[in-house]
T-cell receptor, first 115, second 111 residues
Framework: NAGVMQNPRHLVRRRGQEARLRCSPM?????VYWYRQLPEEGLKFMVY????????ESGMPKERFSAEFPKEGPSILRIQQVVRGDSAAYFC?????????????FGPGTRLTVL | GQQLNQSPQSMFIQEGEDVSMNCTSS?????WLWYKQEPGEGPVLLIA?????ELTSNGRLTAQFGITRKDSFLNISASIPSDVGIYFC???????????FGAGTRLTVKP
């Protein structure tokens, strides 16, 4: 029973390029969450998606960032025209349901470095 | 938004000692969770708490959901070197989609 999968584990981009981060939830989970973690800090919520729907993107920057969770395939977090401040670890979590008693299980993260 | 204050920020202890860390919030949460994160990895769920006053154990770990719903603590008894890592508390409000994380407690265990 595979856990949450994320790839790539490490991603290096130059300023202005695009970054695509992928997340495959645990089997049977249809809810996906993306978080960002800066060094020495806790995780900050970015966006919550169900299949084909963005439910809550209140933590996501309004520009350059987008997320999707298509009917088939992994969830994608896309960062356009990356800047140095985008360098961080991006974690995906999945859960089988939303609301109370909702345990989220995390992937190993993608570490994005912007040169 | 809700703020979680986690303390202490870091702890240096001797193997075999007990450890205690806590989180407080200005808001009420319906769920408290404790995660451990090791270098280069994602957070791993240790304990989940769903009811005010609930006390739950997982091996040498014990966590409690405060009566006021605004705080939680995590205890680790008889620490061992593999307990090293960063421990995060996280709170979730009912029907909220996101979790709020504390800043973490970095634990170092000296053999």
């Amino acid at each position: 029973n595979a856990g949450v999968m994320q790839n790539p584990r490490h991603l290096v981009r130059r300023r202005g390029q695009e970054a695509r981060l992928r997340c495959s939830p645990m089997k049977g989970h249809s809810h996906v969450y993306w978080y960002r973690q800066l060094p020495e800090e806790g995780l900050k919520f970015m966006v919550y998606l169900q299949k084909e729907n963005i439910i809550d993107e209140s933590g996501m920057p309004k520009e350059r960032f987008s997320a999707e969770f298509p009917k088939e395939g992994p969830s994608i977090l896309r960062i356009q025209q990356v800047v140095r401040g985008d360098s961080a670890a991006y974690f995906c979590a999945s859960s089988p349901r939303q609301g109370a008693n909702n345990e989220q299980f995390f992937g190993p993260g993608t570490r994005l470095t912007v040169l | 938004g809700q703020q979680l204050n986690q303390s202490p920020q870091s702890m240096f202890i001797q193997e075999g000692e007990d450890v205690s860390m806590n989180c407080t919030s200005s808001s009420i949460f319906n769920t408290w969770l404790w995660y451990k994160q090791e270098p280069g990895e994602g957070p791993v769920l240790l304990i989940a708490l769903y009811k005010a006053g609930e006390l739950t154990s997982n091996g040498r770990l014990t966590a409690q959901f405060g009566i006021t719903r605004k705080d939680s603590f995590l205890n680790i008894s008889a620490s061992i070197p593999s307990d090293v890592g960063i421990y995060f508390c996280a709170g979730q409000m009912y029907n909220n989609n996101d979790m709020r994380f504390g800043a973490g407690t970095r634990l170092t265990v000296k053999p």
